[in-house]
């Protein structure tokens, strides 16, 4: 997932947000900073406690009232939604990871999803 915003600190700048896999995380770090004066960032932050839940599906970005259910679900189980990536066939939100079992429950159960069915991506 990669996310690109205005800067929350007021100043005219850019973020950039992406994730990584966990076992990657350290070294990515220490990768960016060691190329902190070739890429001119102006501060790093790095956290390992975050999970992703993706809903996957034809028409996910086209279909108002699936990304309606979705977001319902999540803000009924009271998850709080960090970044927002959208596809047409994928739905992905970043949350705190000690929600992330929560919102999968209330995925799960909007969408009526069975332990078979492959919509519901954890990571």
């Known amino acids: 997932m990669i996310v690109q915003n205005t800067s929350s600190d007021g100043a005219d700048r850019m973020d ?7 076992a990657d995380g350290p070294r990515v770090v220490e990768a960016l900073e060691g190329a902190r004066q070739i890429i001119g960032f102006h501060r790093l932050h790095y ?3 975050i999970g992703k839940l993706s809903l996957v599906g034809l028409g ?5 009232h699936v990304v309606a259910k979705f977001f319902k679900a999540l803000s009924a189980a009271g998850i709080n939604v960090e970044l927002i990536s959208t596809s047409e066939v994928r739905i992905t939100v970043v949350t705190r990871a000690a929600q992330l079992d929560e919102a999968a429950r ?8 069975s332990p078979r069915q492959e919509a519901l991506t954890l990571r």
């Open 106 to 113: 209330a995925v799960d159960a909007a969408f009526h999803l």
């Open 16 to 22: 950039l947000t992406f994730t990584v896999r966990a």
């Open 60 to 64: 996910m970005r086209s279909d108002p």
């Open 47 to 49: 956290d390992e406690q």
